[in-house]
Nanobody
Framework: QVRLVESGGGRVQNGGSLRLSCLAS????????MAWYRQAPGKERELVAT???????TYADSVKGRFTISRDNAKNTCDLQMNSLRPEDTAVYYC???????????????WGQGTQVTVSS
């Protein structure tokens, strides 16, 4: 069974930085892409950043220039460096991965349990 485990959340002041990490463990063939989502209280879950097999990255407009997503394919990890944090970045952040389970490229999607990020003004 594949598991995604996030770490690195916490509380920071306006303008501060945090680094989130996501580790994929278990038996699988290859990770297709990894992404970070977030969900603030009373709001829908939104896509924050993605990193594909070819290392192509995408970002939500609200975090461009402040957040950086990176992957270590050898370690099956994906980090999200968050700088210049704002109170509106407060949310539970979730790691998401699309994974080929075998060489047959049978795909499954997985989610982590979430990690809280709180930015105080």
């Amino acid at each position: 069974q594949v598991r995604l485990v996030e770490s690195g959340g916490g509380r920071v002041q306006n303008g501060g930085s945090l680094r989130l990490s996501c580790l994929a463990s278990g038996r699988f063939f290859r990770i297709i892409y990894m992404a970070w989502y977030r969900q603030a209280p009373g709001k829908e879950r939104e896509l924050v950043a993605t990193s594909s097999l070819g290392a192509t990255t995408t970002y939500a407009d609200s975090v461009k220039g402040r957040f950086t997503i990176s992957r270590d394919n050898a370690k099956n990890t994906c980090d999200l460096q968050m700088n210049s944090l704002r109170p509106e970045d407060t949310a539970v952040y979730y790691c998401n991965a699309a994974i080929w389970m075998s060489s047959l490229r049978d795909r499954n999607d997985f989610w982590g349990q979430g990690t809280q990020v709180t930015v105080s003004s």
